[in-house]
């Protein structure tokens, strides 16, 4: 290393803005200096291989000792948006359709090679990966939407990965001796930054050495001149004034000392910085409050500056999840960062010293990756959202993807990736990657789909590997899978579990016999839990004119599912309905209340077999939405419900036709119902009434009027419906 790089000339005190000639946010700030030049101005010792501590820095004088780590970093070039799913593992194309693992030939997941780059484990969000490499090659801002667990953070943090090391900075806050509250800031190339602080700091030691050694010379005069003279209690008490002199400006000498908030001299990457839940400032910085702020006792006001997510990120990535959370001032503050590249530092709290100090600009040319859920587009202040979004890319996270042999091998991957990144799980035999595939399709809730919610499907795994760890296996098998699937329930879950057996116990759940104006609902807890929840309906004289009551905790959705069923009603019955108060009650709802329409063919079978007098079957338990014209419409969570019904004991579960192919319970329920999907609301009351001679009378009344709407096209295409959340 060249000894051309010295510290003889007189160190600057303070320090503008310094960059590199491409830097926009450059600031042509004239350098002051300030303090007596120090002995060693005068042909003092040479600190070789470091920068002028406060002078001129000069990129080019000090050399890097360190590996910068472009050997090992590609390019997005070479990436591409390929990835080879089965690297080094034989591949049974003939019958990979038919294989649950796509045809790959393993033994274990121990078979199969996990790729290094994050960017590389993403599965099933190809479209966002292809956007996260397009957008860190161009240095564009994303915002991802999607539900929970689809991998908005995996694909913020290959994005850091993605981006180039070799412009990293450090950042230096300086004493402004013009004005203590108004720090100066410099940015070096990174790594520079420690060896500036470190000449500093020794510059500082020999300064405050020669102080002490000139006080104590000066403390022996006073003595010994006090001890001739015969003065001592005089020469006492100057000698203890030149001791607080020299202590007091001393303090002066150790304050020039530069403060570093952003040290990047280590970092082989682009810095991430997930900033989620983060205050104002934790995600914009902050000065530390300083009670003791006069009288030599104070902390210097760059020694108490705080860097933010935003400057901590500087060249790298900035994530922000549920960025619908922050506070709009906040988010307000967030975009003129965006924006300028730059953002002063000042304190957050308005009674605080720190709101006096506010630096220079400080570097935060970060790229943003916002993300949340559908309700984060709601909240989220929409200048900010326009400043991504014209500067870069959105994208919707998908929940489930197309089940094809190639996305069999990427999920048998998945699972070699979660057992490599814990570190503490044994591999996973063929038959346990399969079960967990199979889990995968059924929580999908779509037939020939696959799940992409692969945090709560890492979880799965996870318990499946303790569990075998437990027993000492060298790896985990089927049985750890189905084991952990009993033991890795949902809270929903465990709480729809409790209220079946709660049930029974209490002879609430009727599973037997015929009840007029008594039905079986089904619905989801959560995402997962199926729950059976009764509807009763009873008919009673108006007082006034006849109208429709609905109790049970419904909210907005089930109340319009209500009156959409009081049309179907006044239809299809022959009862006049002006002079009759309908009377709907969802049985033990609880304070979550009843949300969704999708117990809309329930409220109508309950309020028919009430007005006609006959008996509904308490074996049979049903789902579905229903339009105004007796369409049975497709719903959600269809095979949680099914599960349901069968642990309440029912025998007979009614669907929507269309969800027919939804269908993936378990095996052990395959024997316990019977699945009748009914594609209108005549072929359910044929399913669920009780009493033959008055229900074939209503439904062949019911089918004459059923069959003409079909005959007019009434029944228009359900394929394309969104399901109902219950």
Known sequence: ???????????????????????????????????????????????????????????????????????????????????????????????????????????????????????????????????????????????????????????????SQLLPQEDLQDVLVYHNPDDGNAPKVRTVPAGKGEQI?????????????????????????????????????????????????????????????????????????????????AHAGALLGDVRHDPFQSGGMETPSHDRVEPGSIHKSNKGVLFVDEINTLDVRTQQKLMTAIQEGEFSITGQSERSSGAMVQTEPVPCDFVMIAAGNLDAMENMHPALRNRIKGYGYEVYMEDTIEDTPEMRRKYARFVAQEVERDGRLPHFTRDAVEELILEAKRRSGRKNHLTLHFRTLGGLVRVAGDIARSEDREYTTREDVLQ???????????????????????????????????????????????????????????????????????????????????????????????????????????????????????????????????????????????????????????????????KAGCETVIIPKANEQDVMIEDEYEEMVDIVPCSNISEVLEVALMGEPKKDSLVDRLKSITGSALDQGAVGSTSGSNPSPQ
């Open 197 to 277: 602080i470190d000449a500093h700091k020794e510059e500082a030691r020999k300064r405050n050495q020669m102080r002490s050694i000139l006080m104590w010379i000066i403390i022996a005069i006073v003595v010994g001149y006090a001890i001739i003279s015969q003065q001592i209690l005089l020469g006492i008490l100057a000698a203890g004034i030149v001791w607080l002199i020299f202590r007091y400006t001393s303090r002066g000498t150790d304050a020039m000392v530069p403060n570093m908030i952003v040290d990047n001299g280590d970092q082989r990457t682009a810095p991430f910085e997930d900033a989620t839940g």
């Open 484 to 646: 952990a699937k009993g033991r890795s329930r949902s809270i929903e879950q465990q709480l729809a579990d409790d209220y079946i057996e709660r049930r029974k116990d209490y002879e609430l759940q009727v599973a037997e016999g015929g009840v007029e104006g008594r039905v079986n609902g089904l619905a989801v807890m959560g995402e997962d839990s199926g729950i059976m929840l009764p509807v009763m309906a009873e008919i009673a004289p108006a007082q006034g004119q006849g109208q429709v009551i609905a109790t049970g905790q419904l909210k907005e959705m089930a109340e319009e599912s209500v009156q959409n069923v009081s049309a179907i009603i006044k239809k299809f019955s022959d009862v006049n309905l002006s002079e009759k108060d309908i009377h709907i009650q969802f049985v033990q709802t609880g304070q979550q209340g009843v949300d969704g329409d999708s117990a809309s063919i329930t409220v109508a079978t309950a309020v028919i077999s009430a007005l006609e007098d006959i008996p509904v079957d308490q074996t049979v338990a049903m789902t579905g939405s229903l339009s105004v014209r007796g369409d049975v419409l497709p719903v959600g969570g269809v095979t949680h419900k099914i599960e349901a019904a069968a």
């Open 1 to 159: 290393m060249s000894n051309d790089t010295n510290v003889d000339d007189p160190p600057e005190d303070t320090a503008g803005t310094a960059a590199s000639e491409d830097d926009p946010h450059e600031h042509d700030q004239d350098q002051q200096r300030q303090g007596d030049r120090s002995p060693l101005d005068e042909g003092g010792d040479r600190h070789d291989d470091v920068d002028d501590p406060m002078g001129e820095f000069d990129p080019d004088s000090v050399s890097d000792d360190g590996d910068d780590g472009d050997d090992d970093i590609e390019t997005v070039e070479d990436l591409g948006s390929d990835v080879e799913v089965d690297p080094g593992v034989e591949v049974d194309e003939e019958n990979a359709e038919d294989d649950l693992l796509g045809g790959l030939k393993i033994d274990t997941t121990d078979d199969i090679e996990v790729p290094d780059r994050l960017v590389d484990q993403v599965i099933g969000q190809d479209e966002a990966r292809d956007i996260i490499i397009k957008a860190a090659k161009q240095r564009r801002h994303v915002m991802m939407i999607g539900s929970p667990g689809t991998g908005k953070s995996m694909l913020a943090k290959a994005m």
